[in-house]
């Protein structure tokens, strides 16, 4: 929880609206996804990165098989609603793995699908091209809507199936907003995710949006360059943009008909529309400067959802 409220704050808000019980394992299955998408921020070096993908997965299933013996305590503790959730097996390789692995056990959750978010981030580690606009969100349900289906069977297990359309549409904004979030980094690590197929559609070429201003040739007209450059940055952020509204606007009318019991489970989406529309007020300048919104913003985008279903 502290690892989420540092680094993620709106998915911390969000599991305090969770039934005490249940709030261990969303923050286990939130916090596991953080660090396997840090892996690519911090390593210089893909093969580095993917060693560190393969440090995880081989921990995850051997906390899983350590902790299988003892998922009965886990569900006594639970019900008692007792602090301590880490198990012992996997603490020491990783607090985050095993408190991920003792989620699995209590709720029965698919091994497969936390193995299937690092093959994911696998796709962080390199300069790869999004083909098109269809392999993007394909990226995006594995990575987004995957943390949605599982958040949704640890709140509500026998009302998960009526959540399939909202954890889709759901997902894929949450990745497609995390793209124009993450644009800064993106192009500091020539690392731009923009389908190519968008991008030729606007004529414009992947390479001209990595450009720093102020380092063309001394013989070039380094403004006219820079406004150039300013533009197609402004035009591709709105393509993105306008791919996530008509996402989020698919992924509302989703949501309206999920149980109440689902609904903590989205509720970090509520935030997504704020920083939506800070990025419309940055423009080009959201390559450069990281998006950021108050924690009492965030609050109240997350209370609104919470209480009256306005995402």
Known sequence: MQLLRRRAYALYFSILFAPVAKRGALAALY????????????????????????????SLIEAVKNTAQSAGNYRENIKEQKTPYLSPAGAAASPVIAAAAAAIKLYNLPPAAFLRLCDAAHCNLYNNIMPNRAALEDYCRELYSTVLQLAG???????????????????????????????PQAVRQEKLYI???????LGIDRQSLYKPAGKADAAAD????????????????????????????????????????????????????????????QQEAVFTEALALAPLRQQAAICRAAFFNRF
């Open 31 to 58: 916090a596991f996804r953080l660090e396997i998408l840090h892996i690519a921020e911090q390593a210089q070096e893909p093969l580095l990165g993917e060693m560190r993908l393969q440090w995880w997965r081989d």
């Open 153 to 183: 069977r640890i709140l509500a297990k026998d009302e998960a199936d009526w959540g399939s359309k909202a954890e889709d549409f759901g997902g894929i904004a949450q990745g497609f907003a995390a793209l124009v979030s993450r644009l």
């Open 195 to 201: 389908p190519a197929d968008i991008l030729a559609s």
């Open 222 to 281: 380094t403004a006219g360059q820079n406004r150039i450059m300013a533009e197609k940055r402004k035009t591709a952020l709105a393509a993105l943009l306008a791919c996530f509204h008509e996402t989020y606007a698919a992924f509302r009318a989703e949501q309206k008909k999920l149980p109440a019991l689902m609904r903590p489970a989205f509720l970090p989406l509520a935030v997504l529309p704020a920083f939506m529309r800070q990025a419309e007020k």
